[in-house]
């Protein structure tokens, strides 16, 4: 009999396996974020805090923490226009407990605390933007924006940076307000017949630069304009001048159409442009008249600015 003799080839289909796919070295989250800001008249904060991975390749689990640099493109200001709004910009490590300046475009020295995928522990940073009340004052209103690129990074292996947009926008509403406010001194009445009177330079600055309004509350009895002591009260005159000349005012009463409002800065640069006066004059014969004894008369002012 004839054996057949034979050979079986065999074809073996597979797939080689490479194991679950490693994580990203560097990474950060949340992305994109956006946020509206409110002003209310000081200074603005706002923060976002992030879970920043930064972890060693080639390591599936990502357990090995790296320390990571943060990055932020500029310009670091809210813009409108031609006009714009500066920022000042920190980082902060949640897990060290330290807070570093950023400057545009600059990254930060590689010191700050990394975190496993998911940042399990919680967040480990946060990105704190400020805006000085005088800056908001100095542009005229709108809606501003800015769309900052922050990037985080390390030296090790892999992916070794990645970046989350964060935009901002600032509604400036206008706004008025009054400063240079302080304590008026009359001085003593030495009942020679002269009249008592001081003239104190205020601010008034509105954001679009139009024109305002004053009203002026005293707290003495029945609201009128008098200083008390006891049941005895002195009357006195107030006056305003928004630099076109000095007007009366009545109690509770609107002073309306006021104009040269400052528009550029909160407190007129510190009082140095200074665009209004308050007068207030006792005459010598309602002294006479009305303060039977010797002492300290006085009243509490409260001053209103409102838009026109």
Known sequence: MRRLMGVAWGLGIGILGWGPASEARVDIGPRPVSAELSWFGDDLSWSQDFCVQSTQEPNAAGTTVLPYAVEVAGPLALSQGGESIPLTLSWQDLTAGVTVPLTADVASSETLSGAVLDCPQGDNGRLVATVAAEAVMAVPPGEYAVTLRVTVANSGGGRNSFFSN???????????????????????????????????????????????????????????????????????????????????????????????????????????????????????????QSAPRAGSYATQLTLMIEMQ
Do not use: K
């Open 166 to 288: 964060v935009t901002l926008t600032l509604m400036v509403p206008d706004a008025v307000r009054l400063s240079g406010l302080r304590d008026i001194d009359l001085g003593h009445y030495g009942w020679d017949g002269m009249d008592l009177g001081v003239e104190r330079s205020l601010c008034v600055y509105r954001a679009s630069g139009g024109e305002y309004g004053v009203t002026a509350y005293a707290s003495s009895p029945g609201g009128d304009f008098t200083l008390v002591n006891g049941l005895n009260q002195v009357p006195f005159q107030l006056s305003w001048n928004d630099g076109t000349g000095y007007e009366p005012m009545m109690p509770g009463v609107l002073l309306a159409n006021r104009s040269q409002s400052v528009s550029t800065s909160g407190d007129c640069l510190g009082g140095a442009l200074n665009n209004a006066w308050l007068r207030v004059e006792v005459p010598a014969l309602a002294i006479e």
